[in-house]
């Protein structure tokens, strides 16, 4: 996982929200909180797992841990002359295994079998984003619930209205956790738009 700097989490010391927004603030907020003696967990709001810091040294010396930059690119001796093709649009050639009747239709394409298939598949990405979006919302919610709320009372079926898509449900059985845990569950599932108090 990146450590971005700007990556969006949430720490909680125990069931109290501690700090929510870019990791660097959060980073920073954590450590003075553990070193009052605070037991804190951070989360990443886009996935509802625990993020794992080191928190040794100076404030600058944290925020330096959390800029990891990527491999600077080496240049290659002797690199063969580019090719043909499209090197700035990322363009990748793999395998791709169809039935006779497949090609058929390709090849009646008046864009070609590429471009065609390139469209389909932006289509597909299109339609299935909402259905997408639900789920990965719903799996961060759960990783949220798994870590600090699988104590809690009605956990389980807390859990079932969250994978039916029951918000009602899920807020009528989380009624009796923590605000802030129960705020929190209900923000990764359903989004920060909805009202919820920070």
């Known amino acids: 996982m990146s450590l971005s700097p700007?990556?969006?989490?949430?720490?909680?010391?125990?069931?109290?929200l501690l700090r929510r927004g870019p990791l660097a603030e959060v980073?920073?907020?954590?450590?003075?909180?553990i070193e009052t003696g605070e037991n804190v967990l951070v989360f990443d709001d886009a996935s509802g797992r625990l993020i794992d810091l080191d928190l040794r040294g100076s404030d600058a010396e944290i925020l330096s841990r959390l800029d990891v930059p990527g491999t600077p690119a080496t240049p290659v001796p002797n690199a063969p002359a580019k090719g043909r093709?499209?090197?700035?649009?990322?363009?990748?050639?793999?395998?791709?295994?169809?039935?006779?009747r497949h090609w058929d239709w390709l090849a009646a394409q008046p864009s070609g079998a590429s471009a065609t298939l390139r469209r389909l598949v932006d289509e597909a990405r299109r339609r299935d984003a909402p259905q997408?979006?639900?789920?990965?919302?719903?799996?961060?919610?759960?990783?949220?619930?798994q870590a600090l709320a699988g104590d809690l009372?009605?956990?389980?079926e807390a859990t079932r209205a969250l994978f039916a898509d029951d918000r009602a449900g899920l807020e009528q059985m989380t009624a009796g956790w923590p605000p802030d845990v129960r705020t929190h569950t209900l923000r990764l599932a359903f989004g920060a738009g909805d009202g919820l108090e920070s």
Not at 6 to 16: I, L, M, Q, V
Not at 27 to 33: F, I, R, T
Not at 85 to 100: D, F, H, N, Y
Not at 132 to 145: E, S
């Open 132 to 145: 997408r979006q639900r789920r990965a919302a719903q799996t961060a919610a759960y990783h949220f619930m």
């Open 153 to 156: 009372p009605d956990y389980e």
């Open 85 to 100: 093709g499209r090197p700035k649009l990322g363009v990748v050639a793999r395998e791709v295994t169809l039935l006779p």
């Open 27 to 33: 980073a920073l907020a954590v450590k003075a909180a």
């Open 6 to 16: 700007a990556r969006s989490c949430t720490a909680f010391a125990g069931p109290r």
